[in-house]
Every structure is written in C-alpha cells, then in structure tokens.
C-alpha cells in the first residue's frame, strides 16, 4: 500500500479522492471516475461497510486492474468500524466479498493494514486547497475523523459529495435508514453538521436509476471486452438480490449516480436545507431527519432532489459500458 508522502500533485483535471466501502455499485462508480477524463483521482481511500475494510481494499485493486485507465491513484486502508457502533455488513446484498462472490478469499488476507486513510486526506485537502473533491460512497466514518482531527485542512476543501441519507422514501436498511447513514450515525452526524460544502445524494433519487439484468447482457454480448465481463460477473448477486426483494432483476445506480454529480454538478437541481441524523433510537439508527419548512442556513448541507436522468444515463454507458 501506498504512504501518503508519495502522493502525486497533478492539476490538470479537477481533483477527487473517493473514499468507498467497495461494494458492487461502488465499482461502477469507481470505473466511471476512473473514465472520466473531467477529474483525477488522486487517492482511494477504503472504509468499512458493505464488507469488512480489508476486503474493500482489495476490492479497489481488482476494480483498478480492470479500468486500465492509464493511471493507478493511491489506494489508503481506512476505518474498520463505525465511530461508536459495532460494524454491520452486506453480504446479501454485495456477497461476501463484497463483488459478487468473485474474489479470492486469500487476496484480502495479504492487504496492508495500516491506516493512512485519515492522513491522506489531510494531506490532499491541503495540497489541493479549495480545489479537492471528496467522494464519499460509503460509512462516513473516515471524513468524520479527518474532521475531528484536521478541521483546518477539511475546510480547505471544494465539495463533499456524501451518498446517502432517505427523506421522503423508505429506507434500504429498516423502514427509515439509508445504508451508509446507518451503519455510521454518528460519522454522518459529524460531518452533516460540519458546516463544509455538502452535497447529499440519497435513495430518494438513486432509487430512480436501475440497469436491468437483460440490457446488461445485451451490451456485454455486444462488446465481449473483458471489463464487460468483470462487471457482468460482479453484479450477478446484487441484481439477484433485487429480484427476490423487489420482483426486478436489476441493480440500483447509487454511487454511480453520487459520482456523476461530483463529476458533472449541472447533473442535479439541490435545495439546502438543515439536517440531521438520529443516532440513539435503535428504531430510527441513521434516519435523516431535514427541515424542508424553510431556506436553509449557512453551512448546511445540500440535498439533490432532482436529476437529468438521460444525461446522466447516457454518461454512464458511455463512460462505463462502453469499454
């Protein structure tokens, strides 16, 4: 694993680090950042959640190989448990490994297990002062300790794009919770109330974006590459999973949605308002509560109610599936 010293200073594309809970649709996500030449990723950092951080870590190498992107950003082990809680996975939804049931049990066992992730942080907000874009498609457990720890360099930073949180749907995770918000309230709580430059992204708009499992099969029959397959291959599980809670044989955009915007911002329409996370009621863990009453305030973060959805879909074919 790569040390934060050896970060690489690059501007000429926008700056992003992602930090993810590798999990099905965060590969997608990250294999349309990584074919994005609008940003650069600097630095992935990995956090606990789907599956456990070091089965994420490995998870980012397997997706890299296969993005041959023509650059490999730093890869940064970070949290292996919520701030206060202890860690709830996914497997039923991501499989085991968190890819489908497709990797080796053994990779995950040879992954570096110091935690740079924090510090790396730390140290791209301040090389890319005003200029770093942080997206966060996992537990906000490593944002949340970068806020802790650094609060100036975390207010050095452009835009945290945060997918999660669910206002006026249900949630995925129990009838109110959004997933990520869940297994971290608390992490969610620090950084919603933090004052940075927020952009939510929650189930209310990316339960609007679904790839059906037989218009996957028609493109990977079409272009036959090999990133085709992996990605056929890794979303199997999570799209059988959808089939038998939902009746539809597909996958939820989530986190590629959450990139996108990071990526493209004109994607979304987003209203500011104050919100907050209820961490104490076993209940309600991780319900997102915000006060749509009125305007909000400065410092609070901002919600994406509405999205382009041919542009967004059509960059995500494009940038994703047409490889």
């Not at 609008?38 to 870590?57: L, Q």
């Not at 949290?79 to 939804?93: G, H, N, Q």
């Not at 497709?102 to 040879?110: E, H, L, N």
């Amino acid at each position: 694993m790569s040390s934060p010293r050896h970060l690489i200073h690059q501007r000429k594309s926008k700056p992003v680090l992602i930090d993810t809970d590798t999990g099905v649709d965060d590969a997608l996500a990250i294999l349309l950042a990584m074919h994005s030449p609008e940003i650069r990723v600097e630095a992935i950092t990995t956090v606990a959640g789907n599956v456990e951080v070091e089965k994420c870590t490995r998870n980012v190498r397997s997706v890299l190989r296969f993005a041959e992107a023509g650059y490999e950003p730093a890869i940064f082990q970070g949290s292996s448990k919520p701030l206060r809680l202890a860690l709830v996975t996914a497997p039923e939804v991501h499989g085991k490994d968190g890819l489908g049931n497709t990797q080796s049990s053994s990779a995950a066992k040879r992954s570096d297990r110091r935690n740079h992730a924090v510090e790396s942080i730390r140290l791209l907000c301040d090389r890319f002062a005003n200029e770093l874009t942080i997206v966060a498609l996992g537990p906000l457990t490593n944002i949340a300790l970068a806020v802790k720890r650094h609060p100036r360099s975390l207010r050095k930073v452009r835009r945290i794009v945060s997918m999660g949180g669910a206002f006026r749907v249900p949630g995925n995770t129990g009838p109110v919770a959004e997933f990520n918000y869940y297994v971290d309230p608390h992490a969610a709580r620090t950084v919603l109330l933090s004052g940075l430059p927020l952009t939510v992204v929650p189930l209310d708009v990316t339960e609007q974006f679904l790839i059906q499992r037989s218009r996957l099969k028609q493109i990977v029959s079409k272009r036959g590459t090999k990133l085709a397959r992996f990605i056929y291959r890794i979303t199997g599980n999570y799209m059988e999973y959808h089939r038998k809670t939902l009746g539809v044989h597909g996958g939820y955009l989530h986190d590629p949605l959450a990139t996108a915007i990071a990526i493209w911002p004109s994607l979304a329409r987003t209203r500011q308002v104050h919100i907050d996370v209820e961490c104490r009621s076993k209940l309600t863990r991780g319900m997102t509560v915000a006060d749509f009453r009125s305007r909000g305030r400065a410092g609070d973060p901002s919600i994406v109610d509405n999205v382009d959805r041919r542009k967004f879909l059509d960059l995500f074919y494009d940038r994703v599936l047409a490889f």
